[in-house]
């Protein structure tokens, strides 16, 4: 390999702060996934989230026709979109991109897996598969969008 490819390659790798940083970024939104299924829709409803929620769930009635709390299915997806992403990009630190996505998506899936366990134990929430697979298919699109970003920069 001649030395400037060589050289090229070393300025590619991560320093030890940045892959630090990527998972502690990911760490943090576990965090905030298990904080949010720790708690009921009534314990987030005051205040003002509590007026976004509800100008949320009434734009997607009107809208949609659906009735419900629509919110709680889009926070979920949302939720792992951000940690699908996230997963992608600490993973990488560590194996090549086509590797990566693979465990990242496996990785978020079965930490939805464990978040629907978690809510067998919370007063007012209850397992559902649903989530789990609305949770699998928002870290889908993460990972998908972090390797759009990551082939885009290439």
């Not at 998972?23 to 009921?40: E, P």
């Not at 509800?54 to 009735?67: D, E, F």
């Not at 919110?71 to 949302?78: D, E, K």
Request: glycine fraction near 8%; include cysteine; charged fraction near 15%.
């Amino acid at each position: 390999m001649p030395a400037h490819a060589m050289q090229q390659t070393a300025n590619k790798r991560p320093t030890t702060g940045r892959i630090v940083v990527r998972w502690v970024l990911v760490a943090l939104m576990a965090a905030f996934i298990f904080f949010m299924s720790s708690r009921t829709a009534g314990e987030l409803g005051t205040g003002f989230l509590a007026q976004i929620k509800l100008a949320l769930n009434n734009a997607i009635y009107s809208t949609l026709g659906i009735a419900g709390d629509p919110m709680s299915t889009v926070a979920h997806f949302c939720e792992y979109v951000v940690l699908g992403a996230l997963l992608v990009n600490a993973l990488r630190s560590h194996m090549p991109l086509s590797r990566a996505l693979v465990v990242a998506l496996a990785c978020a899936s079965l930490y939805g897996v464990s978040d629907e366990i978690h809510q067998l134990f919370v007063k007012g929430r209850y397992c559902d598969v649903r989530d789990w697979i609305t949770d699998t298919l928002g870290a889908s699109l993460g990972v998908v969008l972090a390797r759009l970003w990551f082939n885009s920069r290439r």
